[in-house]
């Protein structure tokens, strides 16, 4: 794998270890108000988060690349409603998006295929990584700061189920 690529996979790797830090910082808060159900939520994308820097590490694990563990910046800790921790989720998965098309761009320019495959996968899962809180932002714009609609919109996020990788894509761009 070329060094540049190498490394910026690396960052990557980094990248998806502190999404899984800031969302659980987001269940801490979410914790701290007595909601279980949004708390639950974002312990659900903290696993999913995991998933997504294990693909990396195994990928470049595969390709014999150098795997280099980086410090995780401390996560915000501070937040003043249930909409911001979405406003925030969403910004910060937009950013994610960037960054994963930002790769591509890179292996494209060094004509990295199995990269391009590779990096695919979260293309796609990145539509689906901002449609969830664009879409549970759009219901609290409903609820507003109505008590008993955020306590419906809690029980409702308490059934998120455990995130697994699709059957087939546990290797690398499958």
Excluded at 168 to 174: D, H, K, L, Q
Aim: hydrophobic share 40%; aromatic share 10%.
């Amino acid at each position: 794998m070329d060094k540049k690529l190498e490394k910026v996979m690396n960052e990557q790797l980094t990248k998806e270890f502190y999404s899984a830090y800031l969302y659980l910082s987001m269940a801490a808060y979410f914790e701290s108000e007595n909601l279980a159900g949004f708390s639950h939520w974002m312990k659900m994308q903290v696993q999913e988060e995991i998933l997504h820097a294990m693909k990396f590490f195994d990928f470049l694990n595969e390709r014999s690349s150098s795997i280099v563990l980086e410090a995780i910046d401390k996560p915000l800790a501070k937040f003043s409603s249930v909409k911001d921790v979405f406003e925030k989720t969403l910004e910060h998965e937009k950013k994610v998006t960037a960054s994963i098309n930002d790769l591509y761009a890179l292996a494209q320019e060094v004509n990295d295929q199995a990269t391009c495959v590779f990096l695919q996968w979260f293309i796609n899962e990145q539509v689906e990584e901002e449609k969830n809180p664009a879409d549970i932002l759009g219901k609290l714009r409903y609820v507003s700061d109505q008590p008993a609609g955020i306590l419906i919109l809690d029980k409702d996020l308490a059934t998120r189920q455990q995130p697994v990788l699709e059957p087939g894509t546990e290797r690398a761009g499958a």
